[in-house]
């Protein structure tokens, strides 16, 4: 009788985890899988994925302040309490960004989505502080659960790429007008399945399960480890010896400290991010043709996790080009993509969009697959040589790239205006 309660609290659990888990990649990808329908809404126009991206970078202060609070001056935070604040906001948040997303604010005879960007620095900050918590919070259960943590991410994944395509894009009709003597041509665009407010909704119900399904999870503590059930005060005083040990540990183990003129190689392979401006490389050719390549670099992410969970064998240690050579094919796709951009209004193929949109798609989804099979290979390699130290260095060298990225981007599309929009309606001689 209590083995079979026992498996059925193992199933209960194994459910909670997983419906918790849905909200990893709604915090990286709810917000960036909808660009391709708001972009055409926000004053900033094309250029909304740059501004995006910088304010995406920007809210990673919130995890350094995590890291500092937690490590420099030992004030471990409590790891349940944390999570259930950072889940509310985020519903709040979410919610926010369903009323207010429109919403613009004039600033220097200029209107900005100072709203849009705001609910959306504070869902990202809810992001990267999660992302400290989530993982070593399953730590509590069996070693299944982890896997159960991973099928809700790999569920959510799913369903957004699912809502994007059944949401689909807005089509752009030309209807001739007669004004006096002349014909004008007035964009006309199809209606949406649903309504961007209504995503921002249903991303916010989904946050608000993953918070149910913490809340019974931690108030219960059922399918928790032994130690895992009395205080946490107790729990974070241990802790606080168990680090000291650590790290006097991690010092007298010489061949496991991090040498950064061997290991930079791979560091510098790792500074693949792609500028933000693959909206200039593919709106020229439809909206479609961007959301659905946002759609498809999202099953990219999917298929690479399949792809070194196949090929476990193919590690750095028995093959230390492969990197990079999946860097330098990165870069050169980047370039590829980034020439592209720079020809808008006229990309090539233009006259042929649909052939020009899937090449242009797939270059940027190439990108971002080869890019996350190497950020998998060499997070494995660093943790296999340096442990955390290799880690830590390998998410340093991960969000400098991405800050660099984004600031270069930011600096080409707001500041010199190097890329030009295609407009609907309108006769380019291409």
Known sequence: MSRFEGDNSTTIVFILITIFALCQTIYFCGIDIELPVIVHELPEGWSLPAIFKIVRTTAIISMIILLLLRHIINMHLYETISIIIILSISVVGFICLALTWNRTTLIDNKYHSIYFLFFTFVIYSCQYTGVLLFLPYIDRYKLVMIRAFFLGDAISSGSLAGLAYFQDSPKSECIPIVQG????????????????????????????????????LSITKIGQNKINENDENKILIEQDNQIEQTENKEDSINKRQFNLSNDIPYLFAMFWSCFTTYAYALLPYSSDVYQKTIIAAEIAYVLAQVFCAIFSKLTVVKYPKLVHIFNLISTILIIWIFIIAKMSPCPPLINNALLGGIISGLLYTIVNGLSHINFILLNVYFQEESGKTGLFWSCVTLQSGMTIGALISFMLTVYFNIFKERLACVDYQC
């Open 181 to 216: 003597n002349q014909t004008i041509l007035i964009e006309k665009k199809s209606s949406l399945t649903f309504s961007i407010g209504t995503y921002f909704f249903i991303l916010s119900s989904m946050m608000l399960s993953s918070l149910i399904c913490f809340l019974i």
